[in-house]
Nanobody, 123 residues
Framework: QVQLVESGGGLVQAGGSLKLNCAAS????????MAWFRQAPGKEREFVAA???????SYADSVKGRFTISRDNAKRTVYLEMNGLKLEDTAVYYC?????????????????WGQGTQVTVSS
């Protein structure tokens, strides 16, 4: 069983930066596709970024150029570095894992989820 634990969320002013961490436990993390999603109050969960074990990455248009997903397989950790934060980035951020490595941008494609970490951007 894979467990994902996010950390690093908090309150930040617009234009600031945060780095989220997602620590994974369980087998074969290194071949999983990993992703970040977010959910704002009253909205559906939306895709933010994903990274394959081969190194490929993809981003939502709304965060492209501001957010960077990376992973350290030795530490079994995935990161989301967020720069130039905007008010509309406020949400609960979730880490997700796909054991087949084929998931795209749909939340339904992912098998495992963390509990989420709150990111609040203030003006």
């Amino acid at each position: 069983q894979v467990q994902l634990v996010e950390s690093g969320g908090g309150l930040v002013q617009a234009g600031g930066s945060l780095k989220l961490n997602c620590a994974a436990s369980g087998p074969t993390f290194s071949t999983f596709k990993m992703a970040w999603f977010r959910q704002a109050p009253g909205k559906e969960r939306e895709f933010v970024a994903a990274g394959s074990w081969r190194g490929g990455t993809s981003y939502a248009d709304s965060v492209k150029g501001r957010f960077t997903i990376s992973r350290d397989n030795a530490k079994r950790t995935v990161y989301l570095e967020m720069n130039g934060l905007k008010l509309e980035d406020t949400a609960v951020y979730y880490c997700a894992a796909d054991r087949r490595g084929t998931a795209l941008r749909s939340a339904a494609d992912y098998d495992y989820w963390g509990q989420g970490t709150q990111v609040t951007v203030s003006s």
